[in-house]
C-alpha cells in the first residue's frame, strides 16, 4: 500500500509540472509576439491628433449625435452635390451663388482645432478644415452697414452671430473633419465651426449665408428661449 500510495504522489507531482510547462510555454508565446495593431479607423485617412492634441473620433462623434437626435430638427439632411448651391446675400454688393467645388477650390483652406460643447452636456475637439466666413462675405462685398451674419440650413434650421465676432475668430465653413470630408451626418457640405459657442451656434447643412443689421434677429432654437449669446464661459 505504502508503494502505491508513492506511487500517486509520483503521477500528481509529474502532471503538476506538465501543467506548469504549458502554462509558462503559453505565457512566453504571448508574451514574444508583437502587439496588435490598433483598429483601423471606418473613416480612411482621419487623424486622431494634431500638434500633440488628442481629438475625438469621427465615430465618436457620430455616437453622439445619434444618442441626441434633437441635434436636427428634420433629421441627416442628404443634399445632392450636383445641384447644391450656397447663397451669400443681404447686405452685399453682388448676390452670389457657389456650387460645393467653388468654395473648396477657390478660397483658401484654413485648419482649427475646435471644441463643440453641447448645452445637453457632451462635447467633441476635433480638427476642422475650411474656408474663412469673412472671405466669403468679402468676395460678395459685404456692407459697412452689416452687424449681424445669418445663417440657414437645408433643413430650415437657423442661428446668427456677430459680424464682428465671425470676424474676430476667424470663423469657418469647415468641410472636413480630422482630415475626412464631412458625412451628411455631421452636416455635409458645410458647417460653422462656432468657436467658443454652444452647439446650437454650429449650425450644419448650410444652404444660406446673409449679411444684416438686425441685431435683434433670433434663429431656431433663441425664439425658443435659448440665450441669443451662446458664448461658452
Same mark, same amino acid.
Given at each position: 500500500?505504502?508503494?502505491?500510495?508513492?506511487?500517486?504522489?509520483?503521477?500528481?507531482?509529474?502532471?503538476?509540472?506538465?501543467?506548469?510547462?504549458?502554462?509558462?510555454?503559453?505565457?512566453?508565446?504571448?508574451?514574444?509576439?508583437? !502587439?496588435?495593431?490598433?483598429?483601423?479607423?471606418?473613416?480612411?485617412?482621419?487623424?486622431?491628433?494634431?500638434? %500633440?492634441?488628442?481629438?475625438?473620433? &469621427?465615430?465618436?462623434?457620430?455616437?453622439?449625435?445619434?444618442?441626441?437626435?434633437?441635434?436636427?430638427?428634420? =433629421?441627416?439632411?442628404?443634399?445632392?452635390?450636383?445641384?447644391?448651391?450656397?447663397?451669400?446675400?443681404?447686405?452685399?454688393?453682388?448676390?452670389?451663388?457657389?456650387?460645393?467645388?467653388?468654395?473648396?477650390?477657390?478660397?483658401?483652406?484654413?485648419?482649427?482645432?475646435?471644441?463643440? !460643447?453641447?448645452?445637453?452636456?457632451?462635447?467633441?475637439?476635433?480638427?476642422?478644415? =475650411?474656408?474663412?466666413? %469673412?472671405?466669403?462675405?468679402?468676395?460678395?462685398?459685404?456692407?459697412? %452697414?452689416?452687424?449681424? &451674419?445669418?445663417?440657414?440650413?437645408?433643413?430650415?434650421?437657423?442661428?446668427?452671430?456677430?459680424?464682428? $465676432?465671425?470676424?474676430?475668430? %476667424?470663423?469657418?465653413?469647415? $468641410?472636413?473633419?480630422?482630415?475626412?470630408?464631412?458625412?451628411?451626418?455631421?452636416?455635409?457640405?458645410?458647417?460653422?465651426?462656432?468657436?467658443?459657442? $454652444?452647439?446650437?451656434?454650429?449650425?450644419?447643412?448650410?444652404?444660406?449665408?446673409?449679411?444684416?443689421?438686425?441685431?435683434?434677429?433670433?434663429?431656431?432654437?433663441?425664439?425658443? =428661449?435659448?440665450?441669443?449669446?451662446?458664448?461658452?464661459?
Amino acid at each position: 500500500m505504502q508503494v502505491l500510495s508513492q506511487s500517486k504522489k509520483t503521477v500528481l507531482i509529474v502532471c503538476l509540472l506538465v501543467v506548469i510547462l504549458i502554462v509558462t510555454l503559453f505565457i512566453f508565446q504571448n508574451a514574444s509576439q508583437p !502587439p496588435l495593431p490598433p483598429a483601423p479607423s471606418s473613416y480612411p485617412g482621419e487623424v486622431t491628433q494634431y500638434q %500633440n492634441q488628442s481629438l475625438t473620433s &469621427i465615430s465618436a462623434f457620430i455616437q453622439e449625435l445619434n444618442q441626441h437626435p434633437d441635434v436636427s430638427i428634420k =433629421g441627416t439632411q442628404n443634399l445632392n452635390q450636383t445641384t447644391y448651391r450656397l447663397t451669400v446675400n443681404g447686405l452685399v454688393n453682388k448676390t452670389m451663388e457657389y456650387a460645393y467645388q467653388d468654395v473648396v477650390d477657390n478660397f483658401q483652406s484654413y485648419q482649427q482645432v475646435g471644441k463643440l !460643447p453641447c448645452v445637453e452636456g457632451w462635447s467633441v475637439t476635433m480638427l476642422w478644415q =475650411g474656408v474663412l466666413v %469673412n472671405d466669403l462675405l468679402q468676395d460678395a462685398g459685404v456692407s459697412p %452697414n452689416a452687424t449681424t &451674419i445669418i445663417f440657414t440650413a437645408s433643413d430650415g434650421y437657423t442661428t446668427e452671430l456677430p459680424l464682428s $465676432y465671425i470676424v474676430q475668430h %476667424n470663423l469657418i465653413l469647415a $468641410y472636413k473633419l480630422n482630415n475626412v470630408t464631412l458625412t451628411p451626418q455631421v452636416g455635409w457640405p458645410f458647417m460653422l465651426i462656432a468657436q467658443n459657442q $454652444y452647439g446650437y451656434k454650429w449650425i450644419k447643412w448650410i444652404t444660406g449665408i446673409e449679411a444684416s443689421n438686425d441685431t435683434s434677429y433670433l434663429g431656431y432654437w433663441e425664439s425658443r =428661449g435659448y440665450p441669443n449669446d451662446a458664448s461658452v464661459s
